[in-house]
């Protein structure tokens, strides 16, 4: 098929999609793909320069009212990096929920809503959370990925008041961070979940660093940015044998006509030892 594929990435907070699937993201988009964001949560309780951070030093919090409205402003703050750092990867859909995630929870109203989004966007392929993440109870990544699955479900029928017909995803790929182990090959798999896709970023990287950089309120930009990207990126690089990368796990097996080798596992295959760690070597500049 050489359709362009849909693609919709569904974080918990704003840097989520960035920081998990933003060097996916500006290949497909730069591909012609049509890629998309949902944002289920505002994030001002994560990271913010005011709520998280300058609450923390603080003797006494604002009273309930002028809290709701800091937290709002804080809010649209987040909306407007959430959507600098998109541009950075060439995606301008977004769609933003505004829950607030001090209790994020699996629940019938969140769960329709974004079935709705599903059936109005039809993407191809979901990018999310995975659903056991942590302790798979509390965390909001956890339950954001719960609330993705239960959506598919539901967006695979039709539900009153929705006119727009079924949709099914064709598949599901959940980040890696904070879920799985990373992997070189399958005997490092001693038991748990494994990345077992990964995405090789090092031609975009520049570009999410762009990206994160732009999520000012949230302490991302300058150092934190680069540092994100040359541990947690080079470290899925190594496992996918490239300079950086991101990982997935994949939700549902794949079927081919023919055994899948990748033009990058053949292009390894016939590199030497040094011109592998060439490919290693290569640095963000800072």
Same mark, same amino acid.
């Given at each position: 098929?050489?359709?362009?594929?849909?693609?919709?990435?569904?974080?918990?907070?704003?840097?989520?999609?960035?920081?998990?699937?933003?060097?996916?993201? $500006?290949?497909?988009?730069?591909?012609?793909?049509?890629?998309?964001?949902?944002?289920?949560?505002?994030?001002?309780?994560?990271?913010? =320069?005011?709520?998280?951070?300058?609450?923390?030093?603080?003797?006494?919090? /604002?009273?309930?009212?002028?809290?709701?409205?800091?937290?709002?402003?804080?809010?649209?703050?987040?909306?407007?990096?959430?959507?600098?750092?998109?541009?950075?990867?060439?995606?301008?859909?977004?769609?933003?929920?505004?829950?607030?995630?001090?209790?994020?929870?699996?629940?019938?109203?969140?769960?329709?809503?974004?079935?709705?989004?599903?059936?109005?966007?039809?993407?191809?392929?979901?990018?999310?959370?995975?659903?056991?993440?942590?302790?798979?109870?509390?965390?909001?990544?956890?339950?954001?990925?719960?609330?993705?699955?239960?959506?598919?479900?539901?967006?695979?029928?039709?539900?009153?008041?929705?006119?727009? /017909?079924?949709?099914?995803?064709? =598949?599901?790929?959940?980040?890696?961070?904070?879920? $799985?182990?990373?992997?070189?090959?399958?005997?490092?798999?001693?038991?748990?979940?494994?990345?077992?896709?990964?995405?090789?970023?090092?031609?975009?990287?520049?570009?999410?660093?762009? $990206?994160?950089?732009?999520?000012?309120?949230?302490?991302?930009?300058?150092?934190?940015?680069?540092?994100?990207?040359?541990?947690?990126?080079?470290?899925?690089?190594?496992?996918?044998?490239?300079?950086?990368?991101?990982?997935?796990?994949?939700?549902? /097996?794949?079927?081919?006509?023919?055994?899948?080798?990748?033009?990058?596992?053949?292009?390894?295959?016939?590199?030497?030892?040094?011109?592998?760690?060439?490919?290693?070597?290569?640095?963000? /500049?800072?």
């Amino acid at each position: 098929m050489n359709d362009p594929l849909r693609m919709l990435s569904i974080g918990a907070h704003p840097a989520d999609i960035f920081d998990q699937s933003g060097g996916t993201m $500006a290949h497909h988009a730069a591909r012609g793909d049509w890629v998309g964001c949902v944002v289920l949560t505002h994030g001002a309780r994560v990271h913010d =320069q005011v709520i998280s951070e300058e609450m923390f030093h603080r003797d006494a919090v /604002p009273e309930a009212d002028e809290l709701r409205n800091t937290m709002r402003e804080r809010a649209g703050v987040k909306e407007a990096e959430t959507r600098a750092a998109c541009a950075a990867l060439g995606v301008e859909h977004i769609v933003f929920f505004g829950a607030d995630d001090a209790v994020l929870l699996v629940t019938e109203e969140v769960v329709r809503r974004l079935a709705r989004v599903l059936r109005e966007l039809r993407p191809d392929v979901v990018l999310t959370h995975f659903p056991k993440e942590d302790d798979g109870i509390t965390s909001p990544h956890a339950i954001t990925g719960q609330i993705v699955m239960h959506a598919l479900r539901l967006a695979g029928s039709v539900d009153p008041g929705d006119r727009n /017909p079924p949709h099914r995803a064709a =598949q599901v790929f959940y980040f890696g961070i904070g879920a $799985a182990a990373t992997r070189h090959g399958l005997w490092d798999q001693t038991g748990g979940y494994a990345c077992d896709v990964f995405v090789d970023i090092t031609d975009v990287a520049e570009k999410k660093l762009a $990206a994160l950089d732009a999520l000012v309120s949230q302490g991302y930009g300058g150092a934190y940015a680069r540092k994100r990207i040359e541990t947690s990126d080079g470290a899925f690089g190594l496992a996918g044998n490239c300079a950086y990368g991101e990982g997935f796990i994949s939700h549902n /097996p794949t079927t081919h006509y023919y055994l899948p080798v990748t033009d990058h596992a053949l292009r390894q295959a016939r590199s030497s030892d040094h011109e592998v760690m060439d490919g290693y070597s290569f640095k963000l /500049p800072v």
